[in-house]
């Protein structure tokens, strides 16, 4: 017995891509992660401090965090998969509840 083959509309398909493109963009995008500490620089207590916030890209977790101070990247993987754990099903629900809808448009029902 032959199974029906997967078809989508384009009209799915541009909506989910537009969906995709979001979700990469929060995970590309650096933002500040807290408020960020004061740093010293010198043993001079007259010198100014000098404000350091924690930095990250990713969405929802921060997988790539560094600091203005060190400069040191920190990749968490685990975390990196979470982030595609998350993305992925947000994803195939939007496909599939897009599809029902344009299905459901095209029967003609209410």
């Known amino acids: 017995m032959k199974l029906p083959r997967l078809q989508l509309h384009l009209s799915t398909l541009l909506i989910v891509s537009l969906l995709a493109a979001g979700l990469v963009s929060l995970n590309v995008r650096h933002r500040v992660l807290d408020s960020g500490i004061f740093v010293r620089h ?3 207590l007259a010198a100014p401090h000098e404000f350091q916030a924690n930095q990250g890209r990713g969405w929802p977790l921060p997988f790539d965090v ?3 101070y060190d400069d040191l990247h920190r990749l968490h993987l685990g975390k990196l998969m979470v982030n595609i754990a998350v993305c992925l099903p947000l994803l195939v629900i939007a496909t599939v509840a897009i599809e029902w809808l344009t299905r459901r448009m095209k029967c003609g029902a209410p």
């Open 42 to 44: 010198s043993t001079n």
């Open 66 to 68: 560094w600091n203005e």
